[in-house]
C-alpha cells in the first residue's frame, strides 16, 4: 500500500502565504508525477500543480505565478508555496501521486489521494 499524509493547510487572509506539505509512504519503486488538485465547495476537483520526478511542472492557469511546486525525490515528498493568495483560493487540497509498485516481479502503477486539507482565505 502506498500513503499521502498531507499537512499545513489553515485560515489565512486575503494577500497572505501558505505552505502546504505531503509526504508518500509504503512500498515504492518511484513516484511520478506528484501534485495538488482542489475541490471547492460546489465545484469540480481541478489541478492545482503537478511535477514530475525530473522536475517538469504543470500549473492551473488560476495559480499560475502565485503557486510553486516542488519536490523531494529521495524523500517521496512534495510541498505547495502558495502565495498572494485569494478567496477564490478557498478549497479542500489533495495531495496526489501516480506510485509505481513492484508486485510479485511485476510494475504495477497505483493512483494515490491524500484525504485532504482545508485552506480557508478570508476577505
Known amino acids: 500500500q502506498v500513503q499521502l499524509a498531507e499537512s499545513g493547510g489553515g485560515l489565512v487572509q486575503a494577500g497572505g502565504s501558505l505552505r502546504l506539505s505531503c509526504a508518500a509512504s509504503?512500498?515504492?519503486?518511484?513516484?511520478?508525477?506528484m501534485g495538488w488538485y482542489r475541490q471547492a465547495p460546489g465545484k469540480q476537483r481541478e489541478l492545482v500543480a503537478t511535477?514530475?520526478?525530473?522536475?517538469?511542472?504543470n500549473y492551473g492557469d488560476s495559480v499560475k505565478g502565485r503557486f510553486t511546486i516542488s519536490r523531494d525525490n529521495d524523500k517521496n515528498t512534495v510541498a505547495l508555496q502558495m502565495n498572494s493568495l485569494k478567496p477564490d483560493d478557498t478549497a479542500v487540497y489533495y495531495c496526489?501521486?501516480?506510485?509505481?509498485?513492484?508486485?510479485?516481479?511485476?510494475?504495477?502503477?497505483?493512483?494515490?489521494w491524500g484525504q485532504g486539507t482545508l485552506v480557508t482565505v478570508s476577505s
Open positions: 511535477i514530475t520526478s525530473g522536475g517538469s511542472t
Open positions: 496526489y501521486c501516480n506510485a509505481k509498485r513492484l508486485v510479485k516481479l511485476k510494475f504495477e502503477n497505483l493512483e494515490v
Open positions: 509504503g512500498s515504492i519503486f518511484s513516484i511520478s508525477p
